[in-house]
């Protein structure tokens, strides 16, 4: 992304294509088009090599293989039409990580935004404001929602537009959550309203991802789940919206079916 502004890289990944039509448009004849299933993804994360400054502006950011979230496979939680196509909600993630940290940058195309009411950051139920969620398994062993034994080592962060720009990890499995020491890790999101791009950015520290003892490796596999919440209702409590990494990968949708995330040596 060196040299590129968040816009200009959308625009170069997201061209249009079928995927990325609104879920009522139809072929001829007034029939749905049929819907392939999707492969179950994975994505390579190359080592940080130079300072990536956690401002909310991605032109720090070298040329990076992207995780694509603008497929209408990938739609949950969209009713009655919501989700109009590429610009209402569509977006690229990119991932780099060094000893200590793991570094995300998403660009998302959307809209109309909605950051988080002033002062109403409550660590009682996920809050809603668009928001980029990230999910990790760290060995690979969650198989479904709810109480599954699997989900013990999962770790879960929140990044949204919020004042105090604090990353919030949830638990929802235990029904807890706490803001990490802003000393090690930190997120700024920031929303470019004339040309409707949301660029989050933030740095993870592996001791909050990986079970105690555990370090992060060249040659490492994680699974992850990534989903973008997309809030188009001032007063709607819920996203109109989810794009997620493996949403509508089978029969049904399934949060407890992750992709994989593995960790390179070098380019």
């Known amino acids: 992304m060196k ?18 039509q ?3 448009a139809q072929q ?10 999707m492969l179950l993804p ?26 694509r979230l603008d497929d209408q496979r990938q ?21 780099l990580w060094d000893d200590n940290s793991l570094y995300v940058a998403a660009s998302v195309r959307d809209e109309w935004h909605r950051a988080l009411d002033a002062n109403t950051l409550l660590l009682t139920e996920i809050p809603a404001a668009d928001s980029l969620m990230l999910t990790f398994d760290p060995d690979r062993n969650t198989r479904s929602n709810g109480p599954d034994p699997g ?41 470019d309203k004339e040309h409707g791009v949301t660029s989050f950015e933030a740095q993870l520290p592996w001791s909050e991802i990986l079970p105690p003892g555990r370090h992060a490796k060249a040659g490492e596999v994680i699974d992850l789940q990534l989903v973008f919440n997309d809030y188009d209702e001032s007063t709607d409590q819920m996203p109109q919206t989810r794009l997620g990494w493996t949403f509508g990968m089978g029969p049904i949708v399934d949060p407890g079916l992750f992709g994989s995330l593995m960790l390179l040596a070098d380019s």
């Open 22 to 24: 609104p879920p009522d």
């Open 42 to 67: 994975q994505a390579l994360v190359l080592p940080r090599s130079t300072e990536i400054v956690i401002d909310g502006s991605l032109v720090d950011w070298p040329d990076l293989p992207a995780v």
């Open 151 to 191: 989900r013990r080592d999962d770790r879960e962060f929140w990044l949204a537009d919020e004042n105090a720009r604090e990353v919030v990890q949830w638990d929802r499995l235990r029904g807890t959550a706490r803001v990490l020491d802003p000393s090690v890790a930190r997120m700024v999101v920031l929303h």
């Open 75 to 95: 739609l949950s939680g969209t009713a009655g039409g919501a989700w109009r196509g590429a610009d209402d909600a569509s977006g690229v993630v990119f991932f």
């Open 3 to 20: 040299c590129l502004s968040s816009l200009v890289l959308i625009a170069a990944l997201l061209p249009g294509q079928d995927p990325t």
């Open 28 to 37: 001829p004849g007034g029939q749905r088009p049929a819907l392939r299933p």
